[in-house]
Protein backbone atom coordinates (compact mmCIF):
# COMPACT_ATOMS: atom_id res chain seq x y z
CA UNK A 1 0.00 0.00 0.00
CA UNK A 2 1.09 3.51 0.59
CA UNK A 3 3.06 2.90 3.80
CA UNK A 4 0.41 4.33 5.89
CA UNK A 5 -0.87 3.56 9.50
CA UNK A 6 -3.04 0.00 8.82
CA UNK A 7 -6.65 0.46 9.88
CA UNK A 8 -7.62 -1.14 12.80
CA UNK A 9 -11.30 -1.61 13.91
CA UNK A 10 -12.08 -2.94 17.53
CA UNK A 11 -15.97 -3.89 17.65
CA UNK A 12 -15.59 -4.65 21.32
CA UNK A 13 -13.81 -6.02 23.95
CA UNK A 14 -15.74 -7.49 27.45
CA UNK A 15 -14.13 -8.67 31.02
CA UNK A 16 -16.55 -10.26 33.03
CA UNK A 17 -15.99 -10.76 36.63
CA UNK A 18 -12.15 -9.35 36.56
CA UNK A 19 -9.93 -8.55 39.84
CA UNK A 20 -7.58 -6.22 40.33
CA UNK A 21 -4.82 -6.71 42.68
CA UNK A 22 -2.40 -3.87 43.70
CA UNK A 23 0.18 -4.42 46.74
CA UNK A 24 2.03 -1.87 47.86
CA UNK A 25 5.60 -3.48 48.71
CA UNK A 26 7.40 -0.26 49.61
CA UNK A 27 4.58 0.66 51.72
CA UNK A 28 4.16 -2.51 53.96
CA UNK A 29 2.64 -4.66 51.74
CA UNK A 30 -0.98 -2.74 52.00
CA UNK A 31 -3.56 -4.15 49.46
CA UNK A 32 -6.24 -2.83 47.82
CA UNK A 33 -8.51 -4.73 45.71
CA UNK A 34 -11.12 -3.62 42.76
CA UNK A 35 -13.51 -6.76 42.50
CA UNK A 36 -16.76 -7.87 40.22
CA UNK A 37 -14.96 -5.83 36.96
CA UNK A 38 -16.98 -5.50 34.51
CA UNK A 39 -16.39 -3.66 30.75
CA UNK A 40 -17.03 -3.74 27.34
CA UNK A 41 -14.79 -1.42 25.45
CA UNK A 42 -15.12 -0.52 21.78
CA UNK A 43 -13.03 1.29 19.18
CA UNK A 44 -12.99 1.97 15.47
CA UNK A 45 -9.82 2.42 15.02
CA UNK A 46 -6.50 3.95 16.73
CA UNK A 47 -7.47 7.17 16.59
CA UNK A 48 -10.72 6.78 17.77
CA UNK A 49 -13.51 7.25 18.72
CA UNK A 50 -13.48 4.92 21.77
CA UNK A 51 -16.19 4.00 24.17
CA UNK A 52 -15.84 2.04 27.70
CA UNK A 53 -19.13 0.89 29.56
CA UNK A 54 -18.25 -0.93 32.94
CA UNK A 55 -18.98 -1.14 36.69
CA UNK A 56 -16.63 -2.26 39.42
CA UNK A 57 -16.83 -2.77 43.49
CA UNK A 58 -14.18 -1.16 45.62
CA UNK A 59 -14.11 -1.50 48.83
CA UNK A 60 -18.04 -3.35 48.56
CA UNK A 61 -18.62 0.05 46.62
CA UNK A 62 -20.25 0.12 43.59
CA UNK A 63 -19.40 1.89 40.61
CA UNK A 64 -20.59 1.89 36.96
CA UNK A 65 -18.54 4.42 34.40
CA UNK A 66 -19.39 4.99 30.95
CA UNK A 67 -16.65 6.92 29.06
CA UNK A 68 -15.91 8.21 25.62
CA UNK A 69 -13.82 9.82 23.66
CA UNK A 70 -14.21 11.55 20.04
CA UNK A 71 -11.84 11.36 16.95
CA UNK A 72 -8.53 12.22 17.51
CA UNK A 73 -6.02 13.42 15.67
CA UNK A 74 -7.75 16.06 13.23
CA UNK A 75 -7.51 19.98 13.56
CA UNK A 76 -10.99 19.99 15.27
CA UNK A 77 -10.97 19.41 19.17
CA UNK A 78 -12.53 16.21 20.25
CA UNK A 79 -15.71 15.29 22.21
CA UNK A 80 -15.22 13.86 25.77
CA UNK A 81 -18.20 12.71 28.04
CA UNK A 82 -17.24 10.52 31.31
CA UNK A 83 -20.10 9.43 33.69
CA UNK A 84 -19.38 8.32 37.17
CA UNK A 85 -21.77 6.55 39.17
CA UNK A 86 -21.27 5.90 42.99
CA UNK A 87 -23.16 3.14 45.07
CA UNK A 88 -26.16 2.63 43.01
CA UNK A 89 -26.23 5.95 41.65
CA UNK A 90 -26.37 7.68 45.33
CA UNK A 91 -23.61 10.30 43.94
CA UNK A 92 -23.45 10.77 39.95
CA UNK A 93 -20.12 12.96 38.77
CA UNK A 94 -20.23 13.63 34.92
CA UNK A 95 -17.58 15.51 32.58
CA UNK A 96 -18.70 16.73 29.09
CA UNK A 97 -16.02 18.75 26.82
CA UNK A 98 -13.81 18.90 24.61
CA UNK A 99 -10.19 18.21 24.42
CA UNK A 100 -7.86 20.23 21.48
CA UNK A 101 -4.54 18.76 21.10
CA UNK A 102 -2.86 21.50 19.16
CA UNK A 103 -3.81 23.71 22.60
CA UNK A 104 -3.22 21.33 24.48
CA UNK A 105 -6.60 22.40 26.21
CA UNK A 106 -10.01 21.30 28.23
CA UNK A 107 -13.17 23.23 27.33
CA UNK A 108 -16.45 21.93 28.74
CA UNK A 109 -18.42 21.61 31.99
CA UNK A 110 -19.12 19.61 35.07
CA UNK A 111 -21.60 18.39 37.37
CA UNK A 112 -21.90 16.52 40.63
CA UNK A 113 -25.42 15.19 41.66
CA UNK A 114 -26.59 13.08 44.39
CA UNK A 115 -30.45 12.95 45.65
CA UNK A 116 -29.96 12.45 49.41
CA UNK A 117 -26.09 13.66 50.44
CA UNK A 118 -26.09 11.72 53.43
CA UNK A 119 -26.58 8.48 52.04
CA UNK A 120 -23.92 9.49 50.02
CA UNK A 121 -21.46 10.33 52.54
CA UNK A 122 -22.35 7.38 54.70
CA UNK A 123 -21.86 5.23 51.58
CA UNK A 124 -18.74 6.58 50.47
CA UNK A 125 -17.70 6.97 54.46
CA UNK A 126 -18.20 3.11 54.61
CA UNK A 127 -16.15 2.32 51.66
CA UNK A 128 -13.12 4.74 52.91
CA UNK A 129 -12.61 3.84 56.48
CA UNK A 130 -15.78 4.17 58.17
CA UNK A 131 -18.72 6.28 57.98
CA UNK A 132 -20.05 8.85 60.91
CA UNK A 133 -21.88 8.25 63.33
CA UNK A 134 -24.25 10.82 61.11
CA UNK A 135 -23.72 11.58 58.14
CA UNK A 136 -24.29 15.47 57.10
CA UNK A 137 -27.11 16.61 54.50
CA UNK A 138 -28.99 13.79 55.67
CA UNK A 139 -32.17 14.28 53.19
CA UNK A 140 -30.72 17.02 51.05
CA UNK A 141 -30.52 17.13 47.59
CA UNK A 142 -26.11 18.17 46.42
CA UNK A 143 -26.01 19.45 42.90
CA UNK A 144 -22.49 21.10 41.69
CA UNK A 145 -22.53 22.29 38.28
CA UNK A 146 -19.10 24.58 36.85
CA UNK A 147 -17.39 25.52 33.85
CA UNK A 148 -14.44 24.01 32.99
CA UNK A 149 -11.28 25.31 31.12
CA UNK A 150 -7.89 23.62 31.13
CA UNK A 151 -4.18 23.63 30.57
CA UNK A 152 -1.02 21.81 31.55
CA UNK A 153 -0.44 25.18 33.10
CA UNK A 154 -3.96 26.23 34.77
CA UNK A 155 -7.67 25.16 35.27
CA UNK A 156 -10.36 27.36 35.76
CA UNK A 157 -13.74 26.77 37.35
CA UNK A 158 -15.93 29.32 36.74
CA UNK A 159 -19.71 29.89 37.05
CA UNK A 160 -19.47 27.36 40.05
CA UNK A 161 -22.56 26.67 41.93
CA UNK A 162 -23.45 24.40 44.41
CA UNK A 163 -26.83 23.57 45.84
CA UNK A 164 -27.69 22.06 48.78
CA UNK A 165 -31.05 21.18 49.67
CA UNK A 166 -32.13 24.84 50.19
CA UNK A 167 -29.16 26.46 50.23
CA UNK A 168 -27.03 27.93 47.32
CA UNK A 169 -23.47 28.76 47.01
CA UNK A 170 -22.13 30.17 43.71
CA UNK A 171 -17.89 31.30 43.33
CA UNK A 172 -15.22 30.24 41.01
CA UNK A 173 -11.83 28.49 41.26
CA UNK A 174 -8.58 29.10 39.16
CA UNK A 175 -5.69 26.58 39.62
CA UNK A 176 -2.01 27.85 38.33
CA UNK A 177 0.24 24.29 38.00
CA UNK A 178 3.20 26.39 38.24
CA UNK A 179 6.78 25.30 40.68
CA UNK A 180 4.34 25.78 43.16
CA UNK A 181 0.88 25.28 42.61
CA UNK A 182 -1.62 27.90 43.32
CA UNK A 183 -5.69 27.66 43.99
CA UNK A 184 -7.84 30.68 44.15
CA UNK A 185 -11.38 30.49 45.49
CA UNK A 186 -14.63 32.70 45.91
CA UNK A 187 -17.29 31.56 46.88
CA UNK A 188 -20.74 33.81 47.84
CA UNK A 189 -24.05 33.22 48.95
CA UNK A 190 -27.14 34.64 50.09
CA UNK A 191 -28.06 31.60 52.59
CA UNK A 192 -26.52 28.61 53.95
CA UNK A 193 -28.91 26.68 56.09
CA UNK A 194 -26.69 24.14 58.69
CA UNK A 195 -29.87 22.91 60.66
CA UNK A 196 -30.47 21.13 58.02
CA UNK A 197 -27.06 20.07 56.84
CA UNK A 198 -25.57 19.02 60.08
CA UNK A 199 -26.65 15.77 62.00
CA UNK A 200 -28.68 16.54 64.55
CA UNK A 201 -27.46 16.28 68.08
CA UNK A 202 -28.02 12.40 69.48
CA UNK A 203 -29.31 10.80 72.53
CA UNK A 204 -26.62 10.06 75.07
CA UNK A 205 -26.11 6.94 75.01
CA UNK A 206 -26.02 4.49 78.04
CA UNK A 207 -22.47 4.09 79.91
CA UNK A 208 -20.88 1.19 78.54
CA UNK A 209 -19.79 -1.80 81.05
CA UNK A 210 -15.86 -1.09 82.09
CA UNK A 211 -13.88 -4.11 80.46
CA UNK A 212 -13.66 -6.76 82.59
CA UNK A 213 -10.54 -6.52 84.47
CA UNK A 214 -9.57 -2.91 83.30
CA UNK A 215 -10.28 0.76 84.13
CA UNK A 216 -9.09 3.28 81.60
CA UNK A 217 -6.93 3.00 78.72
CA UNK A 218 -3.62 3.38 79.42
CA UNK A 219 -0.46 4.87 77.94
CA UNK A 220 -0.38 8.13 75.93
CA UNK A 221 -2.23 8.88 72.61
CA UNK A 222 0.28 9.37 69.79
CA UNK A 223 1.21 12.49 68.67
CA UNK A 224 0.81 13.32 65.07
CA UNK A 225 3.37 16.12 63.25
CA UNK A 226 1.33 18.58 62.60
CA UNK A 227 2.74 20.82 59.13
CA UNK A 228 1.25 23.55 56.53
CA UNK A 229 2.82 22.18 53.15
CA UNK A 230 4.80 24.75 51.60
CA UNK A 231 4.97 23.32 48.35
CA UNK A 232 1.30 24.89 47.65
CA UNK A 233 -0.07 28.23 47.98
CA UNK A 234 -3.22 30.03 47.44
CA UNK A 235 -6.72 31.88 48.85
CA UNK A 236 -9.90 31.58 49.78
CA UNK A 237 -12.42 34.28 50.02
CA UNK A 238 -16.24 33.36 51.20
CA UNK A 239 -19.14 35.16 52.26
CA UNK A 240 -22.65 34.44 52.78
CA UNK A 241 -25.52 36.66 53.99
CA UNK A 242 -26.99 34.34 56.71
CA UNK A 243 -25.97 31.10 57.77
CA UNK A 244 -28.94 29.37 59.41
CA UNK A 245 -28.08 27.27 62.98
CA UNK A 246 -29.52 26.46 65.90
CA UNK A 247 -33.09 28.28 64.70
CA UNK A 248 -31.46 31.64 63.94
CA UNK A 249 -29.22 33.28 61.36
CA UNK A 250 -25.89 34.29 61.87
CA UNK A 251 -25.71 37.54 59.10
CA UNK A 252 -22.80 39.02 57.00
CA UNK A 253 -20.44 35.85 57.73
CA UNK A 254 -16.88 36.46 56.13
CA UNK A 255 -14.03 34.46 55.76
CA UNK A 256 -11.05 35.55 53.97
CA UNK A 257 -7.27 34.14 53.94
CA UNK A 258 -4.29 32.65 52.39
CA UNK A 259 -1.71 30.15 52.31
CA UNK A 260 1.75 31.27 51.93
CA UNK A 261 5.43 29.11 52.51
CA UNK A 262 3.78 27.32 54.84
CA UNK A 263 1.64 29.89 56.93
CA UNK A 264 -2.34 30.08 56.77
CA UNK A 265 -3.12 33.67 56.98
CA UNK A 266 -6.50 34.67 58.48
CA UNK A 267 -6.96 38.07 57.09
CA UNK A 268 -10.94 38.10 58.07
CA UNK A 269 -13.06 36.23 59.34
CA UNK A 270 -16.22 37.77 61.07
CA UNK A 271 -19.98 37.23 61.55
CA UNK A 272 -23.02 38.82 63.40
CA UNK A 273 -24.34 36.28 66.10
CA UNK A 274 -28.21 36.46 67.07
CA UNK A 275 -28.25 39.64 69.02
CA UNK A 276 -26.55 41.95 67.21
CA UNK A 277 -23.22 39.87 68.84
CA UNK A 278 -20.32 41.08 66.20
CA UNK A 279 -17.46 38.35 66.17
CA UNK A 280 -14.06 39.50 64.38
CA UNK A 281 -10.81 37.02 64.47
CA UNK A 282 -7.70 37.89 62.59
CA UNK A 283 -4.47 36.24 62.50
CA UNK A 284 -1.58 33.63 61.67
CA UNK A 285 -2.07 29.64 61.74
CA UNK A 286 1.18 27.52 60.98
CA UNK A 287 3.50 24.93 62.28
CA UNK A 288 5.78 25.51 65.13
CA UNK A 289 7.91 22.20 66.09
CA UNK A 290 5.77 20.18 65.00
CA UNK A 291 2.75 21.74 66.45
CA UNK A 292 0.04 24.21 65.29
CA UNK A 293 0.29 27.37 66.28
CA UNK A 294 -2.27 30.53 65.99
CA UNK A 295 -1.47 34.30 66.78
CA UNK A 296 -3.88 36.66 66.21
CA UNK A 297 -6.12 38.70 67.80
CA UNK A 298 -10.17 38.64 68.73
CA UNK A 299 -12.78 40.79 68.68
CA UNK A 300 -16.69 40.88 70.15
CA UNK A 301 -19.15 43.58 70.42
CA UNK A 302 -22.18 42.78 71.50
CA UNK A 303 -25.97 45.18 71.51
CA UNK A 304 -27.89 42.35 73.41
CA UNK A 305 -25.77 39.85 75.02
CA UNK A 306 -28.29 38.31 76.85
CA UNK A 307 -30.02 37.28 73.35
CA UNK A 308 -26.68 35.93 72.15
CA UNK A 309 -26.30 33.51 75.19
CA UNK A 310 -29.72 32.79 74.85
CA UNK A 311 -29.59 31.61 71.30
CA UNK A 312 -26.40 29.80 72.75
CA UNK A 313 -27.92 27.55 74.81
CA UNK A 314 -27.03 29.43 78.64
CA UNK A 315 -29.63 29.92 80.57
CA UNK A 316 -29.83 33.66 81.58
CA UNK A 317 -33.49 33.64 83.46
CA UNK A 318 -32.03 34.08 86.75
CA UNK A 319 -29.65 37.08 85.88
CA UNK A 320 -31.72 40.53 86.52
CA UNK A 321 -33.19 41.84 83.55
CA UNK A 322 -30.99 45.06 83.09
CA UNK A 323 -28.11 43.10 83.06
CA UNK A 324 -26.26 41.11 79.99
CA UNK A 325 -26.94 43.86 77.69
CA UNK A 326 -23.82 45.96 76.32
CA UNK A 327 -20.58 43.93 76.16
CA UNK A 328 -17.01 44.07 74.86
CA UNK A 329 -13.79 42.18 74.80
CA UNK A 330 -10.28 42.39 72.58
CA UNK A 331 -7.59 40.07 72.89
CA UNK A 332 -4.59 39.00 71.37
CA UNK A 333 -3.98 35.54 71.47
CA UNK A 334 -1.30 32.95 71.28
CA UNK A 335 -2.15 29.63 71.46
CA UNK A 336 -0.54 26.18 70.80
CA UNK A 337 -1.70 22.50 71.61
CA UNK A 338 0.72 23.58 74.80
CA UNK A 339 0.27 26.98 75.91
CA UNK A 340 -1.87 29.44 75.32
CA UNK A 341 -1.32 33.56 75.93
CA UNK A 342 -3.98 35.95 75.87
CA UNK A 343 -2.81 39.32 76.38
CA UNK A 344 -3.68 42.95 75.98
CA UNK A 345 -7.33 41.79 76.84
CA UNK A 346 -9.98 44.20 77.58
CA UNK A 347 -13.21 44.10 78.43
CA UNK A 348 -16.62 46.01 79.50
CA UNK A 349 -19.97 44.08 80.25
CA UNK A 350 -22.32 46.49 81.32
CA UNK A 351 -21.14 48.94 83.88
CA UNK A 352 -18.41 46.93 84.16
CA UNK A 353 -15.28 47.27 82.82
CA UNK A 354 -11.85 45.33 83.13
CA UNK A 355 -8.03 44.30 81.39
CA UNK A 356 -5.57 41.45 81.66
CA UNK A 357 -4.18 38.59 80.47
CA UNK A 358 -4.02 35.11 80.86
CA UNK A 359 -1.15 32.68 80.47
CA UNK A 360 -2.01 28.79 80.33
CA UNK A 361 0.70 25.76 80.18
CA UNK A 362 -0.92 22.31 79.43
CA UNK A 363 1.62 19.91 80.95
CA UNK A 364 1.66 16.83 83.82
CA UNK A 365 1.02 19.59 86.09
CA UNK A 366 -0.74 22.36 84.13
CA UNK A 367 -0.09 25.94 85.20
CA UNK A 368 -1.34 29.38 84.23
CA UNK A 369 -0.80 33.07 85.01
CA UNK A 370 -3.87 34.82 85.25
CA UNK A 371 -3.48 38.91 85.96
CA UNK A 372 -6.74 40.70 85.90
CA UNK A 373 -8.03 44.16 87.15
CA UNK A 374 -12.06 45.20 87.66
CA UNK A 375 -12.92 48.74 88.05
CA UNK A 376 -16.28 47.35 89.31
CA UNK A 377 -18.81 44.96 89.56
CA UNK A 378 -21.98 43.61 91.23
CA UNK A 379 -21.95 40.23 90.96
CA UNK A 380 -24.90 39.81 92.73
CA UNK A 381 -26.96 41.32 89.92
CA UNK A 382 -25.43 38.21 87.54
CA UNK A 383 -26.22 35.65 90.23
CA UNK A 384 -30.19 33.74 90.61
CA UNK A 385 -31.82 35.97 93.02
CA UNK A 386 -32.24 33.14 95.40
CA UNK A 387 -28.37 32.66 95.76
CA UNK A 388 -28.07 36.61 95.65
CA UNK A 389 -30.07 36.81 98.42
CA UNK A 390 -28.10 34.48 100.71
CA UNK A 391 -26.56 36.18 103.60
CA UNK A 392 -22.62 35.91 103.94
CA UNK A 393 -23.13 33.61 106.73
CA UNK A 394 -26.37 31.37 107.84
CA UNK A 395 -24.67 30.70 111.36
CA UNK A 396 -24.90 27.40 110.41
CA UNK A 397 -22.45 24.67 109.59
CA UNK A 398 -21.54 24.20 106.06
CA UNK A 399 -23.26 21.02 104.32
CA UNK A 400 -20.91 19.69 101.63
CA UNK A 401 -22.78 18.97 98.12
CA UNK A 402 -24.44 15.95 98.27
CA UNK A 403 -22.02 13.10 97.17
CA UNK A 404 -19.17 14.91 97.51
CA UNK A 405 -16.47 12.69 99.40
CA UNK A 406 -14.43 14.26 102.18
CA UNK A 407 -10.80 14.76 101.51
CA UNK A 408 -8.69 12.07 102.94
CA UNK A 409 -5.22 12.33 104.34
CA UNK A 410 -3.22 16.02 103.47
CA UNK A 411 -6.12 18.31 102.35
CA UNK A 412 -3.63 20.62 101.50
CA UNK A 413 -2.29 18.13 99.11
CA UNK A 414 -4.53 19.53 96.22
CA UNK A 415 -2.39 22.77 96.37
CA UNK A 416 0.22 20.73 94.88
CA UNK A 417 -1.74 19.64 91.61
CA UNK A 418 -1.04 22.87 90.11
CA UNK A 419 0.87 26.21 89.70
CA UNK A 420 -0.48 29.08 88.88
CA UNK A 421 0.80 32.86 89.68
CA UNK A 422 -2.25 35.27 89.98
CA UNK A 423 -2.70 38.99 90.14
CA UNK A 424 -6.46 40.32 90.88
CA UNK A 425 -7.08 43.86 91.73
CA UNK A 426 -10.92 44.56 92.27
CA UNK A 427 -11.88 48.50 92.38
CA UNK A 428 -15.08 48.17 93.54
CA UNK A 429 -17.83 44.88 94.43
CA UNK A 430 -20.96 43.44 95.80
CA UNK A 431 -21.30 40.07 96.15
CA UNK A 432 -24.06 38.09 98.33
CA UNK A 433 -25.19 41.33 99.94
CA UNK A 434 -21.51 42.40 100.96
CA UNK A 435 -20.21 45.51 99.79
CA UNK A 436 -15.83 45.13 99.18
CA UNK A 437 -13.67 47.99 97.75
CA UNK A 438 -10.39 48.11 96.83
CA UNK A 439 -10.00 44.09 97.08
CA UNK A 440 -6.15 42.40 95.73
CA UNK A 441 -4.75 39.06 95.46
CA UNK A 442 -1.48 38.73 94.74
CA UNK A 443 -0.26 35.24 95.06
CA UNK A 444 2.63 32.00 93.93
CA UNK A 445 1.55 28.96 93.94
CA UNK A 446 4.80 26.38 92.57
CA UNK A 447 5.87 22.80 93.40
CA UNK A 448 2.92 22.87 96.16
CA UNK A 449 4.40 26.47 97.64
CA UNK A 450 1.76 28.86 98.07
CA UNK A 451 3.01 32.47 98.97
CA UNK A 452 0.30 35.29 99.54
CA UNK A 453 2.78 38.58 97.88
CA UNK A 454 -0.20 40.57 98.83
CA UNK A 455 -3.95 39.68 99.95
CA UNK A 456 -6.20 42.51 101.24
CA UNK A 457 -8.92 44.37 101.05
CA UNK A 458 -10.01 47.62 102.06
CA UNK A 459 -13.27 47.68 103.15
CA UNK A 460 -15.27 44.52 103.61
CA UNK A 461 -18.32 44.86 105.32
CA UNK A 462 -16.54 47.53 107.61
CA UNK A 463 -13.34 45.77 108.16
CA UNK A 464 -9.80 45.96 106.19
CA UNK A 465 -7.68 42.99 106.17
CA UNK A 466 -4.35 42.14 105.01
CA UNK A 467 -2.44 38.72 105.21
CA UNK A 468 1.27 37.61 104.03
CA UNK A 469 3.21 35.17 104.47
CA UNK A 470 4.35 31.91 102.82
CA UNK A 471 2.80 27.85 103.04
CA UNK A 472 5.36 24.94 102.01
CA UNK A 473 5.38 21.99 100.93
CA UNK A 474 2.06 21.36 100.73
CA UNK A 475 1.61 18.08 99.68
CA UNK A 476 4.19 16.69 101.82
CA UNK A 477 5.04 17.94 105.91
CA UNK A 478 3.16 21.45 105.39
CA UNK A 479 4.53 24.44 107.01
CA UNK A 480 3.24 27.88 107.43
CA UNK A 481 4.62 31.46 107.96
CA UNK A 482 2.20 34.01 107.85
CA UNK A 483 1.12 36.98 109.35
CA UNK A 484 -2.33 39.20 109.44
CA UNK A 485 -4.16 42.36 110.16
CA UNK A 486 -7.72 42.60 110.48
CA UNK A 487 -9.13 46.20 111.73
CA UNK A 488 -12.87 45.93 112.03
CA UNK A 489 -13.52 50.68 111.48
CA UNK A 490 -17.43 50.02 111.65
CA UNK A 491 -18.80 47.33 114.37
CA UNK A 492 -22.36 47.44 113.06
CA UNK A 493 -21.49 46.72 109.60
CA UNK A 494 -19.15 43.86 110.29
CA UNK A 495 -22.00 42.63 112.51
CA UNK A 496 -24.51 42.59 109.51
CA UNK A 497 -21.82 40.78 107.64
CA UNK A 498 -21.64 38.03 109.91
CA UNK A 499 -25.73 37.80 110.40
CA UNK A 500 -25.80 38.91 113.57
CA UNK A 501 -25.99 41.92 115.98
CA UNK A 502 -23.50 43.33 117.78
CA UNK A 503 -23.98 42.28 121.49
CA UNK A 504 -21.94 45.07 122.58
CA UNK A 505 -22.87 48.80 120.77
CA UNK A 506 -20.31 49.68 118.75
CA UNK A 507 -19.64 53.18 120.19
CA UNK A 508 -18.27 51.31 123.02
CA UNK A 509 -16.62 48.49 121.55
CA UNK A 510 -14.58 51.08 119.23
CA UNK A 511 -12.31 49.90 116.68
CA UNK A 512 -11.87 46.86 117.02
CA UNK A 513 -8.02 45.42 115.73
CA UNK A 514 -6.43 41.79 115.40
CA UNK A 515 -3.26 41.10 114.66
CA UNK A 516 -1.26 37.81 114.38
CA UNK A 517 1.53 35.42 113.10
CA UNK A 518 1.70 31.48 112.53
CA UNK A 519 4.47 29.92 112.09
CA UNK A 520 6.23 26.41 111.75
CA UNK A 521 5.34 22.87 111.30
CA UNK A 522 1.17 21.97 110.44
CA UNK A 523 1.10 19.63 113.10
CA UNK A 524 3.17 22.16 115.67
CA UNK A 525 2.37 25.74 114.46
CA UNK A 526 3.58 28.64 116.46
CA UNK A 527 0.67 31.15 116.75
CA UNK A 528 0.86 34.91 118.54
CA UNK A 529 -2.43 36.51 117.75
CA UNK A 530 -3.61 39.84 119.43
CA UNK A 531 -6.84 41.48 119.59
CA UNK A 532 -7.60 45.45 120.60
CA UNK A 533 -10.97 45.89 121.63
CA UNK A 534 -13.09 47.73 124.22
CA UNK A 535 -10.11 49.83 125.45
CA UNK A 536 -8.61 46.83 126.20
CA UNK A 537 -6.02 44.40 124.88
CA UNK A 538 -6.22 39.65 124.81
CA UNK A 539 -3.98 37.53 123.31
CA UNK A 540 -3.30 34.37 122.61
CA UNK A 541 -0.11 32.68 122.16
CA UNK A 542 1.08 29.14 121.75
CA UNK A 543 0.93 25.74 119.45
CA UNK A 544 -1.77 24.62 117.61
CA UNK A 545 -1.62 21.07 115.63
CA UNK A 546 -4.03 21.33 112.96
CA UNK A 547 -3.02 18.13 111.43
CA UNK A 548 -1.64 16.06 114.36
CA UNK A 549 -3.76 13.17 115.31
CA UNK A 550 -5.28 13.83 117.37
CA UNK A 551 -5.50 17.84 116.68
CA UNK A 552 -4.04 19.75 119.83
CA UNK A 553 -3.95 22.81 120.91
CA UNK A 554 -1.28 24.81 123.98
CA UNK A 555 -2.46 28.10 124.35
CA UNK A 556 -1.69 30.77 126.81
CA UNK A 557 -3.91 33.84 126.99
CA UNK A 558 -3.43 36.94 128.36
CA UNK A 559 -5.96 39.88 128.94
CA UNK A 560 -5.23 43.83 129.87
CA UNK A 561 -7.73 46.23 130.49
CA UNK A 562 -6.66 49.86 132.74
CA UNK A 563 -10.25 49.98 134.32
CA UNK A 564 -12.19 46.79 135.00
CA UNK A 565 -15.15 48.39 135.77
CA UNK A 566 -15.30 50.27 132.99
CA UNK A 567 -14.76 46.51 130.85
CA UNK A 568 -17.46 45.24 132.79
CA UNK A 569 -19.73 47.73 132.38
CA UNK A 570 -19.08 46.84 128.40
CA UNK A 571 -18.96 43.24 128.46
CA UNK A 572 -21.77 43.04 131.13
CA UNK A 573 -23.50 46.09 131.86
CA UNK A 574 -24.75 46.29 135.45
CA UNK A 575 -22.61 43.33 136.74
CA UNK A 576 -20.55 45.52 139.06
CA UNK A 577 -23.06 48.35 139.80
CA UNK A 578 -22.62 49.67 143.60
CA UNK A 579 -18.38 47.84 143.24
CA UNK A 580 -15.88 50.30 143.99
CA UNK A 581 -12.91 51.16 141.88
CA UNK A 582 -11.37 47.80 141.04
CA UNK A 583 -8.50 49.49 138.75
CA UNK A 584 -6.48 47.92 136.16
CA UNK A 585 -7.21 44.53 134.69
CA UNK A 586 -4.65 41.97 134.15
CA UNK A 587 -5.55 38.36 133.42
CA UNK A 588 -3.87 34.82 131.90
CA UNK A 589 -4.83 31.96 131.31
CA UNK A 590 -4.03 28.68 129.32
CA UNK A 591 -5.70 26.51 127.09
Same mark, same amino acid.
Not at 295 to 308: C, K, M, P
Not at 365 to 391: K, M, T, W
Given at each position: ?59 ? !? ?21 ? +? ?31 ? #? ?15 ? @? ?21 ? !? ?41 ? @? ?15 ? $? ?8 ? *? ?26 ? %????? +???? $?? !? ?29 ? =? ?24 ? /? ?40 ? /? ?6 ? *? ?15 ? @? &? ?14 ? $? ?6 ? #? ?5 ? +? ?36 ? %? ?65 ? +???? !? ?13 ? &? ?7 ? %? ?11 ? $? ?18 ? =????
Amino acid at each position: GGGGAPAVTLDSATIQDGTLVYRDAAGGGAEQRVEGLNATVSANGLQGPFEVDGSLSYQG !LPLSLQASVGQLGGTRPSSVKLV +VSVADKALTATVNGSVDAAGPAFNGDAKIEAPD #LGKAVERLGGALGGAPA @QAIGAGQKLALATAIKGSPTAVE !LSDLSVDLGESRLQGQVAVALGDVPTVDAKLTGNRLDLDALLP @QPAEPAAAAAPAAGGGA $ASGTPETVAF *EIPKGIAGSVDVAVDAVQYKGASIRRVR %LSGDL +VDGA $AN !LRLATAQLPGGTEVTVTGTALSDGGQPKFVG =RVEAVSDNLRATLDWAGVDTAGVEAD /RLRKASIKAAVDATPSKVEVTDWTMELDATKAKGGLTLVVRD /RPAFGLSL *EVDRINVDAYLPAEAAA @Q &PAASGGTAQPAQGAAP $AAGNPLSV #LNAVDAN +VNIKVGEATALGVPVRDARIDALLQNGTLTLRDVGVAD %LGGAKATVAGVLRDAAGKPSVDMKFDVTVVNVDRFAKLLSTESPIPAKQLGQVSLKGTAAGDMQDVK +VDVK !LAAAGGNFGVKGTAK &PLASPPGLD %LALSMSHPDANKL $AAILAPGSLDGVGPLGPLDG =RGTI
